[in-house]
């Protein structure tokens, strides 16, 4: 009886085993057709039709150069987005890509945005989410939509008499999914295969958890009061406001990263332009949202959130000063030029403060050292490149420029007594040799001879 009564508790124990199982499974495979077919798929063609309807609006007014813009928009993401099909070709193996999808989706990308389509069933098919989908979505999104938001919001902020109740609804609901989509593509930095994709440093949350919905919703407020405050100012300051500011803020922060990344770069690599050459490329998307994960402690791409936040609200701060100087501080003069625009100016006071909050929130209770907190597969993924390694030598307070060179006969010498058996265990090598190195942790001993 004792053994019956065994057998049918182990017998239900496994059925409650499976059931979980495939639960689980059915739970992964439906996270995974909703993030290719609506995260990626349907959001980047209902991003391009509300583009081409903002458009249509555009040309139906005779706004020339609003249309032109946004067109400009559209074309620059499908470049860039075979700029960086051509960048995973040069540095992935040969045969990593079967040369027939290469070639597919070479074809397509000209036909109207088509190779999404073709990219999002090939990956339903594989059962894995295709590098080239990821990367065409998230940077199509950084530029295509960037360029269309801002250009829509000065749009419905400059016509706001003329435009028809129905045209600024469509503007709306395109600026709207534009600012969606920066923020997804921004925040997927933060996401382990977003961040080893598009800037080579995997990132913290490997999917959508809270801490990566927090950097999402300060991500849509980031862009979303930077968009409205380059509006309005215009509004007030045109026809050269919005290029003054654009202008000098890509110069600024250009300046100040190249500067960052040299002094970082000096002081733990062993080669400063190389990290200048690898990361200054992030600097341009910066003058919209600043390009580094906010979920790492560091900065590793750009400048220190901190500097840039700071930077943001002291030209905020200015820009409300030039536009209460040009009005001549009249509140009357005010709400004649905005009177129809009272969701753009709600927009940017809200989604400044969430920005400010959100941003605080990040940096200082949950921002992390996103090498100390990475799976174990990162390690031997890939050789470390520039970037990664400055993290190491900051965890580790390792400077690698003078110290590195005084060091170099030293690891030599540390190097031939572990090739003598070099199948022992890294831990063990380092109890034997314990005694012959010089004053050395064990984190740092991995880190250098693991």
């Not at 070639?103 to 339903?124: D, E, K, N």
């Not at 996401?191 to 999917?207: M, S």
């Not at 862009?223 to 215009?234: E, K």
Request: proline content about 3%.
């Amino acid at each position: 009886r004792r053994v019956n009564g065994v057998g049918t508790l182990y017998r239900e124990r496994g059925r409650g085993e499976s059931f979980v199982l495939s639960s689980w499974r059915w739970c992964k495979w439906a996270y995974f057709v909703f993030d290719i077919l609506v995260a990626m798929w349907l959001r980047y063609y209902l991003d391009l039709y509300l583009d081409v309807q903002a458009m249509k609006i555009f040309w139906d007014h005779g706004d020339t150069w609003f249309f032109v813009s946004n067109f400009g928009g559209i074309v620059l993401g499908l470049l860039w987005t075979a700029v960086e099909f051509y960048k995973i070709l040069r540095d992935e193996p040969k045969d990593a890509l079967p040369g027939w999808q290469v070639l597919v989706v070479g074809l397509l990308i000209p036909a109207a945005g088509l190779h999404v389509t073709y990219l999002a069933l090939l990956s339903l098919m594989m059962g894995v989410k295709h590098r080239f989908l990821y990367i065409s979505t998230l940077a199509e999104s950084v530029l295509e939509s960037a360029v269309s938001a801002f250009v829509q919001t000065y749009a419905v902020v400059f016509h706001s008499k003329r435009l028809l109740d129905e045209d600024k609804f469509d503007l709306y609901t395109s600026i709207a999914l534009s600012f969606v989509s920066i923020g997804y593509a921004f925040s997927a930095l933060d996401k382990y295969d977003g961040g080893e994709l598009l800037v080579k440093v995997p990132g913290l949350c490997r999917g959508a958890n809270a801490k990566w919905w927090c950097v999402f919703a300060f991500r849509i407020a980031e862009v979303t009061s930077r968009a409205t405050s380059l509006a309005l100012f215009q509004c007030v300051w045109r026809p050269w406001g919005i290029m003054t500011v654009m202008s000098a803020d890509t110069v600024l922060v250009v300046s100040l990263a190249a500067l960052s990344q040299m002094t970082r770069g000096s002081k733990y690599s062993r080669g400063a332009n190389r990290l200048i050459r690898d990361n200054l490329v992030y600097a341009l998307p910066s003058s919209i949202c600043l390009m580094t994960p906010m979920l790492e402690k560091d900065s590793p791409m750009t400048l220190p959130p901190e500097l840039y936040y700071s930077l943001r609200l002291v030209e905020l701060g200015g820009m409300v000063a030039l536009m209460g100087w040009s009005l001549q501080w009249d509140l009357d003069a005010a709400r004649e030029i905005f009177q129809d625009d009272a969701l753009i100016v709600s927009a940017f006071v809200l989604s400044t403060i969430l920005m400010i909050v959100l941003g605080f929130f990040l940096r200082w209770f949950v921002a992390v050292r996103t090498l100390l907190e990475a799976p174990v597969e990162m390690w031997h993924m890939r050789p470390f490149n520039v970037t990664q390694q400055v993290l190491r030598n900051r965890i580790l307070g390792v400077e690698a420029g003078f110290k590195s060179r005084a060091w170099q006969s030293e690891q030599r010498r540390i190097m031939a007594k572990i090739q003598r058996a070099p199948h022992r265990a890294s831990h063990l090598q380092h109890a034997m040799l314990r005694g012959d190195l010089p004053d050395m942790t064990l984190a740092e001993w991995d880190a250098r001879f693991l």
